[in-house]
């Protein structure tokens, strides 16, 4: 789905609870670009953290895929961006490597900070590799999250619970990890809705978390039942357990 760039447009999780009425703290403030393909979630994260006397965060801009991502974080040049993992046009590791030299700048540095409904060690790691300063999951209260951008601005990492454990052992092996041709056939959209198959989720259940509709879980669910030669749920729940992709 693509939306059009907005210069002061509307964001937001649409899992976190309750107004960040006080999350900034006095004097704090931020600005922000959202960085998601769902209009809902952003609309959702602008109502939650976008009340900018209250939260001391302000949204500068929103973009919908990779594209618009670049063009409006390079035209804003924010502190912070929330920074969705799968996106149109190369997902969120595309944007960090378009956005490299932003990163970079010793006297405005931009900071990212991933914000998505993965929690895959795949994707935590790619994004941290890639530059971003945290990942939290769209699981995260408003409050917790306006915490998040004000540490991540003051150059602190910021991660979900448990999800720095995969940070941590990937940057402590030299090794690399083996490459499953397999898996390295689903498209990242298939191997988030693989995931909560083999969770025991049901399709509607799915199309909730992923803002997809029943239609495109179904086939999703086809196209990998497909591409891994598997018969059924049954078959892609043991085949996901055997690689600890649950």
């Given at each position: ?25 006095p004097g ?20 939650e953290i ?129 490459v499953d ?66």
């Amino acid at each position: 789905m693509s939306d059009p760039t907005e210069a002061n447009g509307t964001t937001g999780p649409a899992e976190a609870a309750g107004p960040a009425a006080s999350g900034g703290g006095p004097g704090r403030h931020a600005r922000v670009v959202l960085v998601d393909d769902h209009r809902m979630f952003r609309t959702g994260v602008q109502a939650e953290i976008g009340q900018t006397e209250q939260t001391g965060v302000e949204v500068v801009g929103e973009a919908a895929d990779v594209d618009q991502a670049v063009t409006v974080i390079t035209a804003t040049r924010p502190e912070v961006v929330l920074l969705d993992v799968h996106l149109p046009g190369g997902g969120g590791v595309e944007v960090l490597r378009r956005c490299a030299p932003l990163m970079g700048d010793t006297e405005q540095p931009v900071r990212f900070l991933a914000l998505s409904v993965s929690d895959a060690a795949e994707d935590v790691i790619g994004v941290i590799r890639g530059g971003a300063r945290g990942y939290v999951t769209k699981t995260i209260t408003g409050t917790d999250l306006v915490d998040s951008i004000f540490r991540v601005q003051e150059g602190d990492a910021v991660f979900s619970p448990r999800l720095a454990g995969f940070v941590l052992d990937a940057f402590a092996s030299t090794d690399a990890p083996p490459v499953d041709e397999d898996l390295d056939r689903l498209t990242q959209r298939e191997r988030e809705v693989l995931r909560l198959i083999a969770r025991g989720y049901a399709y509607k259940e799915i199309a909730k978390q992923l803002y997809i509709s029943v239609k495109t879980v179904e086939s999703h669910v086809s196209a990998v039942l497909r591409k891994l030669q598997l018969s059924n749920r049954h078959e892609l729940t043991r085949w996901a357990t055997a690689r600890r992709l649950v």
